[in-house]
């Protein structure tokens, strides 16, 4: 027997403090998702200067990796990538019926986050070296 349900309104914007760790985790998902399609956009258009020539290529990657916001963001798109990898990993196994009840789903919510932070901590140094 269905019920009827008041989701209220989508402009209700103020609702985003009701949000449980599953619709956070659905909101940063599908926000990393189209992150990485805008990364992707990027890389190609990097790429394609390769098809001028092989100078013009390296001369692109040279110029964009001496600009600390570039090694900012680089950072950044880790962190996406990272949490969209460990995140789709935690969907997979709800999807194949592991960790289903909502107390699992919201630790392996929290650990995607805490394992994301601590990988992007620890790679700090890597992307920033030589920059400063």
Request: aromatic share 12%; hydrophobic share 55%.
């Amino acid at each position: 027997m269905s019920q009827s349900y008041d989701r209220g309104l989508v402009e209700d914007f103020g609702r985003w403090k009701e949000f449980s760790a599953g619709m956070w985790a659905w909101v940063l998902h599908k926000f990393t998702g189209w992150v990485l399609i805008g990364y992707l956009f990027t890389h190609i258009a990097v790429l394609s200067t390769a098809l001028q020539s092989p100078e013009a290529y390296t001369q692109t990657l040279h110029g964009l990796e001496s600009l600390a916001v570039v090694r900012v963001l680089e950072v950044g798109l880790l962190a996406v990538a990272v949490f969209h990898i460990l995140n789709g990993v935690r969907l997979l196994f709800v999807d194949l019926g592991l960790g289903l009840d909502l107390d699992v789903q919201e630790k392996s919510f929290y650990a995607a986050l805490v394992l994301t932070a601590v990988i992007v901590v620890a790679s700090v140094p890597t992307f920033m070296e030589g920059v400063f």
